[in-house]
């Protein structure tokens, strides 16, 4: 069933989306308990300006507006896709008019439902170089640490490739990528600005940090990725010297989303997802991270 044949009330959109586009509770790995979890339905809803949250409870789709078209970051899985869909049209936008599907990283559960998505929307997929590779496989290589440990999604032959730096421009909406490795080669971060009466705010919405990987992977020794422990710490040097009023993550959980939702909606004084300490709280956590798998990889207990 096309995604584009749907039409749902916003109070509902959410828990209806998996039944009433045709797709089964199962996932393509039956043994993947935690992308249930992560898949979760919710409501769609606005944060502030044209910056909307589309996604899933533990995977982040976001969806930035204007009149000239949308702006969709990430895919989640592939049984995400329907949801995302769903939520875009139970907010009242069409579908078809999402031009940009924006990629945090190549993996099955930010990456999973993008071919479904542009095939539907017909809009243009952008990601990074070594991402747009594996979208074109659907499996990355070597060079991820997780390698071999991640299962395949489904591909996408023509996606296009943006630079360190460069910005995007549909309408009024100015999207800028950043290059922020480590997580994966491909790693990209992106930024940008909403605005309503009372002001606008510099969004950011950071790649993954985590060093996580396959058993074998040494980040202290890697030979598929010598460069990944630069990558890192130029991905901690970009993200702490943005502008960066309100962090968004490709896990909502790992910048405290749904707590901040919760404040919003209990009508909290003040608008909870402002944190101008939330980037550099990010990146310490990270590095806090990356500097407990060293020890484990020096002492023998990461193998």
């Known amino acids: 069933m096309s995604l584009l044949n749907v039409s749902l009330a916003p109070g509902r959109a959410a828990m209806l989306a998996v039944a009433v586009l045709g797709f089964a509770p199962a996932f393509a790995d039956d043994g993947c308990e935690i992308c249930v979890r992560w898949n979760e339905p919710v409501d769609p809803f606005r944060i502030y300006g ?3 949250y589309v996604g899933a ?3 982040s789709s976001i969806l930035i507006t204007s009149p ?5 970051i990430d895919g989640g899985l592939p049984e995400t896709a329907p949801l995302i869909a769903s939520n875009i049209v139970a907010l009242g936008f069409k579908f078809e008019d999402v ?7 190549a993996h099955y559960d930010h990456a999973g439902g993008l071919a479904e998505l542009a095939r539907e929307s017909r809009a ?4 990074s170089p070594w991402s747009a590779n594996v979208l074109r496989s659907g499996q990355a290589g070597p060079s991820d640490p997780q390698y071999g440990e991640l299962p395949r999604f489904p591909s996408w032959s023509h996606p296009q490739t943006v630079g360190d730096g460069e910005t995007l421009k549909l309408g009024p909406i100015r999207i800028t990528a950043h290059a922020t490795g480590g997580h994966t080669p491909g790693g990209l971060s992106w930024t940008w600005q909403s605005c309503e009466k009372a ?3 510099n969004f950011v ?5 985590t060093p996580v990987a396959a058993p074998g992977f040494h980040f202290s020794r890697s030979k598929t990725y010598p460069g990944v422990l630069g990558d890192f710490e130029h991905s901690y040097a970009v993200l702490e010297g943005l502008d960066c009023d309100v962090l968004l993550t490709p896990h909502p959980d790992a910048s405290a989303f749904w707590q901040r939702r919760e404040a919003q909606e209990a009508g909290e004084p003040g608008n909870p997802y402002v944190d101008r300490d939330a980037c550099h709280n990010y990146v310490a956590i990270a590095r806090l991270a990356l500097e407990k798998r060293l020890a484990q990889e020096q002492t023998g207990v990461a193998e």
Do not use: E, P, W
């Open 57 to 59: 409870r533990g995977l």
């Open 99 to 105: 031009k940009l599907i924006l990629n945090s990283h």
């Open 124 to 127: 243009q997929v952008v990601t």
């Open 50 to 52: 044209d910056t909307y």
């Open 68 to 72: 000239q078209g949308h702006v969709l």
């Open 205 to 209: 919405y950071a790649d993954s940090l």
């Open 199 to 201: 002001g606008c705010l």
